[in-house]
């Protein structure tokens, strides 16, 4: 039998990170699309899913 698995966009922000403390879901996903705050938002979700125990995962957009 598949189990489902619950995914969370975190972008190291208050909301998704709230949400992921909530919900506690079993991936988060952060996208890199080149944004001039990537670093940051790479960084506090990274640690972030690590505090909480949840596999975290990027993923990079070619916007160009």
Known sequence: M?????????SGGM???A???L???DIAFTINYGQRCAEAEI???A?????LNIRHEIINVDCS
């Not at 598949?2 to 975190?10: F, P, S, V, Y």
């Not at 640690?47 to 505090?51: E, K, Q, R």
């Open 2 to 10: 598949l189990q489902n698995k619950r995914g969370i966009l975190l």
């Open 15 to 17: 909301d998704s990170m």
């Open 19 to 21: 949400l992921a403390y």
């Open 23 to 25: 919900e506690r879901p």
């Open 43 to 45: 960084k506090a979700s």
């Open 47 to 51: 640690y972030i899913a690590g505090v």
